[in-house]
């Protein structure tokens, strides 16, 4: 099958991530040069706009609440809000001379929170700093759906903080290893961290109760609940490997495995906001969307030689019926559920 891709940028820098925003509405693209590239998520015919961020690089990019759009952290002491419907950006915060390895925005738009070195500065709306320490380097920085707890991973375990309390000390969830992104299941209940030696672990918050999902090829650095919470998608093995979390959690029972090839390895995974369905990319370029029902997946991206071909950003917009696809070496890809319709009836 050709691809069913319907419009394409070359932006000949690489690209460091794709996110779009909690509306899906904008989608944003960070390049090597500190700058990025915005596109609104519904409109076809639109191109995207240049946006300086960084002078620099953004370290980390991702969705803020809904009066900015997305919040970055870069190598040159900025943490930056990103209103892409204005074109404009606004400096939360400045540290000279220090690198901002991650962020990220509760949804409501109370806190914002961000790391140098072991230090964690969580941002209340007036602009008020509370400074937090993890116990070594942080692999991420996550707030919960509700934004009334902050999850921070790092050596051996997750660190908790209530982002309204006044005290410094966290609750800690303890494993050993290296913990890395983190995801929160939709409700709050459990949240999840990814290790270093290719595996997940995760809490259940109130009991306590703990899971461990092992075997993976590489690292998972790309894991997103489907809709209404019922699987967690994962990346990081041949297959989309998809644990169930209905009717009680993961506990006991196996993945869920779609599609795979041992000679590639799934990089991205984006469930359809509204649809049993997820889509993948792979390291090779290849891109496929993979109904969660048993029915074969469809491949709408063939894998490429071309090298920084490997997909490392995929993302719907708010209702489904466009998805974006970034990958390393500076493409930018749309695909709309017509674009796919139509390759599939000419193959």
């Not at 400045?94 to 990220?104: A, C, L, N, S, T």
């Not at 999850?151 to 303890?174: D, I, R």
């Not at 290790?195 to 998972?220: C, F, N, P, T």
Request: glycine letters at 10%; a negative charge; one cysteine or more.
């Amino acid at each position: 099958m050709r691809s069913a891709v319907l419009r394409q940028w070359e932006f000949k820098l690489p690209i460091s991530s794709l996110c779009i925003n909690r509306k899906g509405d904008w989608v944003i693209v960070a390049l090597g040069d500190g700058t990025a590239r915005t596109l609104p998520a519904s409109d076809e015919a639109s191109s995207p706009k240049e946006l300086r961020i960084h002078n620099g690089v953004s370290l980390s990019l991702t969705k803020d609440a809904d009066d900015h759009a997305f919040i970055s952290g870069g190598d040159d002491g900025c943490v930056v809000m990103i209103d892409p419907a204005l074109g404009e950006t606004s400096i939360l915060s400045e540290k000279k001379g220090q690198w901002i390895d991650h962020v990220d925005g509760s949804a409501d738009g109370k806190y914002r929170a961000y790391n140098i070195g072991k230090q964690i500065y969580l941002v209340n709306e007036e602009g008020q700093e509370k400074v937090l320490t993890a116990p070594s380097h942080p692999g991420g920085v996550l707030f919960s759906p509700s934004g009334k707890r902050l999850a921070v991973s790092h050596y051996n375990g997750v660190s908790l903080w209530w982002t309204s309390s006044q005290e410094t000390e966290p609750t800690t969830l303890e494993w050993k290893g290296s913990h890395l992104n983190m995801v929160w299941s939709p409700d709050g209940t459990s949240l999840l961290s990814s290790m270093q030696d290719g595996a997940l672990h995760g809490w259940l918050l109130a009991s306590s109760k703990e899971m461990r999902m092992q075997g993976y090829a590489s690292k998972v650095r790309s894991m997103e609940f489907t809709n209404k919470g019922k699987y967690l998608a994962t990346s990081g093995a041949q297959q989309i490997i998809c644990w169930p979390f209905a009717n009680g959690g993961p506990w006991g029972k196996p993945p869920v495995t779609l599609g795979g090839n041992e000679n590639r390895l799934v990089t991205q995974v984006a469930p359809h906001p509204k649809d049993n369905m997820i889509a993948a990319g792979y390291d090779d370029g290849m891109i496929v969307l993979a109904p969660l029902d048993g029915r074969m997946e469809i491949m709408i991206n063939p894998p490429l030689a071309n090298e920084g071909m490997n997909i490392n950003g995929l993302a719907w917009n708010a209702d489904g019926s466009a998805l974006f696809a970034s990958s390393a070496g500076g493409c930018l890809m749309l695909f709309t559920i017509d674009s796919v319709r139509k390759a599939v009836v000419q193959t």
